[in-house]
């Protein structure tokens, strides 16, 4: 086994799992320079570092995917759909508009799916979900997901979705900040770009 290898990397700056999900590519730009999913075992990845898959079940999941690469990727590629679909969501509820019911169709369609059967059980001090299926199920990895899209939709943080004010970024989050102020998905990044800019511009002018 090599996929070990080639572990990816993913940023944590969202606040909220689903809007971490779609802070993982560049939406507005043409060029697509950052991306973090490339194939099934991405997924497994993502799960694993965001804390709902153990050691144990990232195996049970690889393993299959290895054995069924048609169906691992038609997995990936609902997931890249979910991704679309989810930073569709919240970056019109960012912008103060509001959904469609065909905005939450695809959303919803995963909901459905009975081999989900999620339960309740404890965990830690508190409560998560747990989610019923094969154990090795590929589409698994979507619906953690999928539910905490669904969490944050009826939730009363729905409010508090932001998303960056950098160029050609797109990137959602969760403002936590005590005024609301929070513009930048990463001010290191971001938000230091628009200030270089800015100081361009003054200096040119
Ligand atoms: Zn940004």
Redesign the pocket.
């Known amino acids: 086994m090599n996929e070990h290898e080639s572990i990816p990397t993913f940023k944590w700056l969202g606040g909220w799992p689903c809007l971490d999900f779609v802070d993982s590519k560049n939406w507005d730009s043409h060029e697509a320079k950052y991306e973090r999913f490339h194939h099934y075992p991405d997924l497994v990845w993502w799960n694993h570092q965001a804390g709902f898959l153990s050691d144990v079940e990232v195996e049970t999941l690889l393993e299959p995917a290895q054995q069924q690469p048609a169906r691992a990727q038609a997995v990936f590629e609902r997931g890249m759909t979910l991704r679309t679909e989810i930073h569709r969501i919240f970056s019109r509820i960012a912008a103060g508009e509001s959904l469609a019911e065909s905005d939450l169709a695809g959303l919803n369609h995963l909901l459905l799916d009975e081999s989900i059967s999620s339960t309740i059980i404890p965990a830690g001090q508190g409560y998560t979900w747990s989610w019923g299926g094969e154990a090795n199920a590929l589409e698994r990895v979507l619906w953690p997901i999928a539910w905490s899209a669904a969490e944050l939709l009826v939730s009363d943080k729905l409010g508090r979705v932001g998303q ?3 160029e050609s ?3 959602l989050f969760l403002d936590t900040s005590r005024n609301g102020s929070r513009r ?3 001010m290191k ?2 938000g230091n770009r628009a200030k270089a800019r800015r100081h361009y511009r003054r200096t040119k002018g």
């Open positions: 960056c004010a950098g970024c797109g990137w930048w998905c990463e990044h971001c």
